[in-house]
């Protein structure tokens, strides 16, 4: 921490007179069990969000194992690609904003980053590979995500680096020697989540799990625009044949390779534009504009020939209302098309309304006090993103996942620097002119600037969940003011509620996310049934039958920690169900990245 406090006192320094530190963070407004670590100025939103990532690793992370112990395979792709994407953000303002003036200062903030660049590496082999191989496409496709993060944050800092002065020669930085192993890791398994895409039924779009009876999902088919997309701009090529060539040797070096994936193959482009053509025409979205989690197919597991996705689980999660904001932005700078950038800015816009937000007020909705608990708005209350699970406790360790990835692509999305001119090219390749591309930076940058008073309440809302140890919480509401206990257990007996709007929207909507994948035909594939199972009936999946977590892990347990007493007394609904973990904290991490890219919009 020495070293980075060295860092920060001279970077504070030359950067006192920047318009970022003249932004109030507003305060919490309580005398709060948290009180050393609530209220804190924007301006150290830059040292929060580097807290909190040490925080991550100091108290998640196992460097003798390399990887996060508690974490599910998923979740800790997840994990790793919020690792690196917050490196490639202190990079930039460490190399660029704040330039070293002393090499001694130099040396620090090298170490700063190559000591969290290690963690990736180590994770790079703790990453369980051979299991998420056998997993469902969306876990697959994370692992894609992941090692494309780490690319760019690589070819980043590599880049600032061999070009500062510091270097002391244009040296390529070791870091760069990794680059071939996760575009390999990243390939392999984009090649493998491919096999999911599937014209048979609802004339295409992706499966979410070979092993289950066919779902269509919001969050596979999102991940599968993004990262495909993200393959076709990030991905530098791969010239390892394995596992194919099982005979490759150290003598035999990669030149004389039989496969070879190069760099901006279109093959990645056109599957990201038929993907998010599909789901754009698939209905998935409900009546406030929000993804709805996914598609059955009515009558199929009885055998009838219906191959159309007409059955909706109505379901919503935020980070299914995440997932394809960096696929749009990916689209846009693959085609210049400025359409689907205005896509990701309704979407968002709806998610902002959806939590009980007014932007054209900057304000709530609702009046906020601590008497009463403000009312459901879809996708959260009183301005704060929340999921279904959070009020009642029972988020699963996928939830608990969830709103960190809403934020980590709403701020690839949103980022200050996303439409940097050297990436924005047209359809034939040719580079969109610079004063086209300033018109609709400029267009982006203004929705962008809107949305941060709310972004702003998020990261206070989750500041206020940290306990002593500085670990983030669930349920950031519970940050933003005291809510007294009583009125959440009032909530906690009633049913989820999925919209406001429509008093019978809940028709299907099954929360597999957190109670487990029913064990039913609609979601089971007969041989995997017990005998006897009855068919589906047309009244909520699910309801009332035996249900069971999938996957590896044990999402759904539940830890021991029912007394919620903090060491101060206070009641603190965070330590309700599975408490603070490795998947709470990476959503704080996120929350203050994104405030801090989008916060660049002001200076
Ligand atoms: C592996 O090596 C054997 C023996 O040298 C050779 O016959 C075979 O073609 C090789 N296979 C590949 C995939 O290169
Ligand atoms: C879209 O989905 C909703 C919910 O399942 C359904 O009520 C509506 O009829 C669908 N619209 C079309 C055009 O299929
Ligand atoms: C499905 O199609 C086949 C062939 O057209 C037909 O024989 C069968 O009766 C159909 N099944 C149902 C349940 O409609």
């Known amino acids: ?53 040490s925080d991550m690793q100091d108290a998640y992370f196992q460097r003798w194992l390399g990887t996060w112990p508690e974490g599910i395979d998923w979740t800790r792709a997840v994990v790793n690609t919020h690792v690196a994407a917050t490196l490639r953000t202190i990079s ?40 998420l191989r056998n997993q469902a496409y969306d876990d697959m496709l994370w692992v894609v995500l992941g090692w494309l993060e780490s690319i760019r ?68 088919n999102q991940l599968f625009i993004s990262a495909s997309i993200s393959m076709y701009l990030h991905f530098p090529g791969d010239a390892n044949a394995s596992p194919f060539r099982t005979n490759a040797t150290l003598d035999q070096p990669p030149p004389a390779r039989t496969v070879d994936w190069r760099a901006h193959d279109p093959i990645f482009g056109r599957a990201a534009q038929e993907a998010h053509r599909w789901l754009a025409a698939s209905n998935m979205t409900n009546p406030q504009g929000l993804y709805a989690d996914g598609f059955h197919i009515s009558g199929h597991p009885a055998g009838s020939n219906n191959t159309k996705c007409d059955t909706r689980d109505e379901m919503v999660y935020t980070y299914n209302q995440g997932v394809i904001l960096s696929g749009l932005l990916g689209l846009f700078q693959a085609t210049g098309r400025e359409v689907y950038l205005r896509e990701g800015h309704a979407l968002v816009q709806n998610v902002i309304r959806a939590t009980g937000y007014d932007l054209r007020r900057d304000a709530p909705v609702d009046k906020v006090s601590t008497a009463r608990l403000p009312p459901w708005r879809g996708l959260g209350r009183a301005g704060v993103l929340e999921e279904a699970c959070d009020v009642r406790g029972t988020c699963s360790q996928d939830a608990q996942t969830f709103k960190g990835i809403w934020m980590h692509h709403f701020a690839s999305f949103c980022a200050a620097d996303a439409l940097d001119g050297k990436h924005v090219r047209y359809a034939d390749n040719t580079e969109m ?92 594939k007969i041989a995997d049934l017990p005998k006897g199972t009855p068919p589906p009936k047309d009244e ?30 206070a009641w603190d609904p965070n330590l309700r169900g599975r408490g603070r973990t490795v998947e709470t904290q990476s959503g704080g991490l996120a929350v203050l990245r994104a405030l801090w890219v989008l916060s660049r919009h002001e200076l």
């Open 1 to 53: 921490m020495l070293a980075w406090a060295m860092i920060v006192a001279s970077a504070m320094a030359v950067s006192a007179a920047s318009p970022w530190s003249t932004i109030p963070l507003q305060r919490k407004d309580t005398t709060s069990r948290n009180h050393a670590r609530t209220a804190l100025p924007d301006s150290d939103v830059f040292h929060d969000m580097f807290m909190a990532l």
């Open 92 to 131: 930039d303002e460490l190399e660029l904003a704040r330039p070293a003036k002393t090499a001694e200062c130099a040396t620090r903030k090298e170490e700063l980053i190559a000591g969290y660049f290690a963690d990736v590496i180590a994770y790079y082999f703790g990453e369980d590979a051979f299991a």
């Open 153 to 220: 944050f690589v070819d980043e800092h590599g880049r600032l680096i061999s070009s500062g002065a510091s270097a002391g020669g244009a040296e390529t930085w070791y870091g760069s020697r990794w680059i071939p192993a996760f575009a390999h890791r990243a390939r392999i398994f984009w090649e493998l989540a491919a096999k999911g895409w599937d014209t048979t039924l609802c004339g295409g779009g992706m499966l979410w799990n070979p092993r289950l009876m066919p779902y269509k999902n919001a969050v596979t």
């Open 433 to 524: 002119s610079e004063a086209v591309l300033a018109r609709i930076r400029e267009r982006h940058g203004e929705g962008c600037r809107r949305y941060l008073p709310w972004l702003r309440r998020n990261a206070r809302a989750a500041m206020g969940t940290r306990d002593g140890k500085g670990l983030f919480g669930m349920w950031w509401t519970a940050g933003l003011f005291e809510i007294a206990r009583a009125q959440v257990e009032e909530e906690m007996v009633k049913p989820v509620p999925p919209l406001p709007v429509e008093e019978d929207g809940d028709e299907d909507m099954v929360d597999y996310r957190n109670d487990g994948v029913p064990y039913n035909q609609v979601w089971m």
């Open 540 to 569: 909520a999946a699910g309801q009332g039958q035996q249900q069971k977590p999938l996957g590896g892990g044990d999402k759904t347990k539940r830890h021991d920690k029912r007394g919620t007493k903090e060491e101060g007394g």
